[in-house]
């Protein structure tokens, strides 16, 4: 038997963009996608903070360090810019895998969607 756990998690960014007229997906900043371990193609889990809105979708990579987090497709109509959204993905795991595994968070600025410098 295998559960779905918490793989990593992007906690709180701000959406960059909402773009309709694209084929779909959400772009993330590469810097971001990396520090979390997610990887362009992964299934991923928004929910926005701004309206209790819950989707899934895949990634893409946007430009390192350029803030980017953008809805494509039929999820742009589920977020504004400026909306602050938390993005998850999860993973597959036994029991046993999952009692020793810990998930990758990442806490960016929320005004820049930035890696926070310690």
Do not use: W
Not at 5 to 23: G, N, Q
Not at 39 to 54: A, L, Q, S, T
Not at 62 to 69: K, N, Y
Request: charged fraction near 25%.
């Amino acid at each position: 038997m295998t559960i779905e756990v918490l793989k990593s998690k992007i906690h709180r960014v701000t959406v960059t963009e909402a773009r309709l007229d694209y084929i779909g997906s959400i772009t993330i900043d590469e810097a971001l996608i990396e520090a979390a371990g997610i990887i362009p193609g992964e299934r991923v889990y928004i929910v926005n903070n701004n309206n209790g809105e819950r989707l899934d979708t895949y990634v893409i990579k946007g430009e390192r360090d350029s803030g980017v987090i953008c809805l494509n497709g039929a999820a742009a109509r589920k977020v504004q810019p400026g909306d602050i959204v938390i993005i998850m993905s999860y993973a597959q795991m036994t029991p046993e895998e999952a009692a020793t595994f810990t998930p990758k968070v990442v806490f960016p600025d929320t005004e820049t969607n930035r890696l926070k410098m310690p």
